[in-house]
């Protein structure tokens, strides 16, 4: 009986998450959702007090300087960070590691200056100037977020997936915590601000702490010989993937800045917080299942498309399959959720969720995959990607400006025409993938 058991179980799982390489990505995709999947009930949990602390007009200004943050961050390594894990060798990596570095001072530098004279201007016309004396918080979290993504892509590298899903937790812990207690002590909103800082902050410590053996291994072999060649061989990043994925960012935050600039900051924070659940389902699987795939992926290469075929073809279907049934809640429950959770003054929250869930699933299947671009090399197509996006979006937003359309139309036009982009690029993954097969 316990051999037939057995022996049905292994056939199952082997249907469920496949074999070989599909498996390994749904394996370490289930550790760090695992992870992840803490992390967000933990923020659940404490999301209820926090709402309760601030109000929509502190969320307005949060979701303002995360949004000013995002701008900045890809410009933080030049995105060679990101190379980290496709070097065959750990010297390689190291070199590639220490000059994600290097830029990633220089852009603190820059940066400095940028916001010493032109802070003012930018939350003023944001609508935010209550933001004007907290500019150096944006250099802070600059620092961290860059710092945290080398680590990170150092992790995908070691495929140190389960150290990962702890520190998620960890993050999210430490993060709310602080956002509790600085509003208690009526730091407002500045509290929420340090609160997200806080959390990245919290995974470089751990982070450093797991990799300082390698650090110290391997940080002899750093050499300005090895520097020179790694920014040059990686050259298309800072030509192409850089301002394709800082185009990805602008589209990806041009509604909260839009609602900044054309709505009430309360708008903008019912809008914040519609957007951090929204997020909740691509943290948990999306952005898990993108590391894994990304780290399997990288280590086939680009010469053995067929596998990468397989394991993409297998990621999408299950992918589509998991989306349902949070995409159906969002759907259909979200202002009733809202008022029970948050409280009754994010009703509004709720109702704009309900509209954003229709593009969720698009963006929840297609994202992940869009790795595959970085494995093949094709950062020039994956500008033209999200330049078209950032046309798109912007000339819908201009639209809506001209013609005075209310939130409720702006929101239901941008679910519509992002929907439309995200198969546009899932599109474009599978047929570069086919094209070399």
Same mark, same amino acid.
């Given at each position: 009986?316990?051999?037939?058991?057995?022996?049905?179980?292994?056939?199952?799982?082997?249907?469920?998450?496949?074999?070989?390489?599909?498996?390994?990505?749904?394996?370490?995709?289930?550790?760090?959702?695992?992870?992840?999947?803490?992390?967000?009930?933990?923020? @659940?949990?404490?999301?209820?007090?926090?709402?309760?602390?601030?109000?929509?007009?502190?969320?307005?200004?949060?979701?303002?300087?995360?949004?000013?943050?995002?701008?900045?961050?890809?410009?933080?390594?030049?995105?060679?960070?990101?190379?980290?894990?496709?070097?065959?060798?750990?010297?390689?990596?190291?070199?590639?590691?220490?000059?994600?570095?290097? =830029?990633?001072?220089?852009?603190?530098?820059?940066?400095?200056?940028?916001?010493?004279?032109?802070?003012?201007?930018?939350?003023?016309?944001?609508?935010?100037?209550?933001?004007?004396?907290?500019?150096?918080?944006?250099?802070?979290?600059?620092? =961290?977020?860059?710092?945290?993504?080398?680590?990170?892509?150092?992790?995908?590298?070691?495929?140190?997936? &389960?150290?990962?899903?702890?520190?998620?937790?960890?993050?999210?812990?430490?993060?709310?915590?602080?956002?509790?207690?600085?509003? =208690?002590?009526?730091?407002?909103?500045?509290?929420?601000?340090?609160?997200?800082?806080?959390?990245?902050?919290?995974?470089?410590?751990?982070?450093?702490?797991?990799?300082?053996?390698?650090?110290?291994?391997?940080?002899?072999?750093?050499?300005?010989?090895?520097?020179?060649?790694?920014?040059?061989?990686? @050259?298309?990043?800072?030509?192409?993937?850089?301002? &394709?994925?800082?185009?990805?960012?602008?589209?990806?935050?041009?509604?909260?800045?839009?609602?900044?600039?054309?709505?009430?900051?309360?708008?903008?924070?019912? @809008?914040?917080?519609?957007?951090?659940?929204?997020?909740?389902?691509?943290?948990?699987?999306?952005?898990?299942?993108?590391?894994?795939?990304?780290?399997?992926?990288?280590?086939?290469?680009?010469?053995?498309?067929?596998?990468?075929?397989?394991?993409?073809?297998?990621?999408?279907?299950?992918?589509?399959?998991?989306?349902?049934?949070?995409?159906?809640?969002? @759907?259909?429950?979200?202002?009733?959720?809202?008022?029970? =959770?948050?409280? &009754?003054?994010w009703v509004e929250a709720g109702e704009y969720t309900s509209i954003l869930a229709i593009y969720l699933m698009c963006q929840f299947i297609t994202s992940p995959l869009v790795k595959v671009l970085t494995v093949y090399n094709r950062q020039k197509l994956f500008l033209y990607i999200n330049l078209t996006r950032m046309v798109l979006i912007t000339i819908m937003f201009a639209l809506c400006y001209y013609y005075e359309a209310d939130v409720y139309v702006t929101l239901m036009t941008y679910s519509i025409v992002i929907s439309g982009h995200y198969i546009f690029t899932g599109y474009q993954v599978f047929r570069i993938i086919k094209s070399n097969k």
């Open positions: 009986m316990i051999n037939w058991f057995k022996a049905n179980w292994e056939t199952n799982r082997k249907k469920i998450i496949g074999t070989g390489a599909t498996a390994n990505v749904f394996r370490n995709m289930s550790i760090l959702a695992t992870g992840s999947g803490i992390a967000k009930l933990v923020g @659940l949990v404490a999301m209820p007090v926090i709402t309760r602390i601030y109000g929509p007009e502190d969320f307005g200004i949060l979701a303002v300087f995360a949004a000013s943050l995002s701008l900045m961050v890809p410009f933080s390594t030049l995105k060679y960070s990101i190379m980290i894990p496709i070097p065959k060798t750990e010297v390689m990596a190291m070199n590639t590691a220490v000059l994600s570095f290097i =830029v990633l001072l220089i852009t603190l530098i820059v940066s400095f200056f940028i916001l010493l004279f032109g802070a003012e201007f930018l939350f003023v016309l944001l609508n935010t100037p209550e933001m004007v004396p907290y500019w150096w918080l944006l250099l802070i979290g600059l620092f =961290v977020s860059g710092y945290h993504e080398i680590l990170t892509s150092w992790a995908t590298r070691m495929k140190t997936f &389960s150290k990962l899903a702890k520190i998620s937790v960890l993050q999210t812990i430490l993060s709310s915590v602080t956002k509790i207690v600085l509003g =208690v002590a009526s730091f407002k909103p500045v509290g929420l601000i340090i609160g997200n800082i806080v959390a990245s902050g919290a995974g470089i410590y751990s982070l450093t702490k797991l990799f300082i053996y390698d650090i110290r291994e391997y940080i002899p072999h750093v050499t300005k010989k090895r520097l020179k060649l790694i920014s040059l061989y990686y @050259l298309d990043l800072p030509k192409y993937r850089l301002p &394709s994925q800082f185009l990805l960012v602008i589209a990806t935050k041009l509604p909260i800045l839009f609602f900044a600039f054309n709505f009430s900051s309360e708008e903008t924070g019912q @809008l914040g917080l519609a957007f951090t659940v929204i997020a909740i389902p691509i943290g948990l699987i999306g952005n898990s299942t993108s590391k894994a795939y990304y780290a399997e992926v990288a280590q086939i290469g680009p010469k053995k498309s067929k596998e990468i075929w397989n394991i993409t073809k297998s990621t999408f279907k299950r992918l589509a399959i998991l989306a349902l049934i949070p995409i159906l809640v969002l @759907l259909t429950l979200s202002p009733l959720l809202f008022s029970i =959770v948050f409280g &009754s003054q």
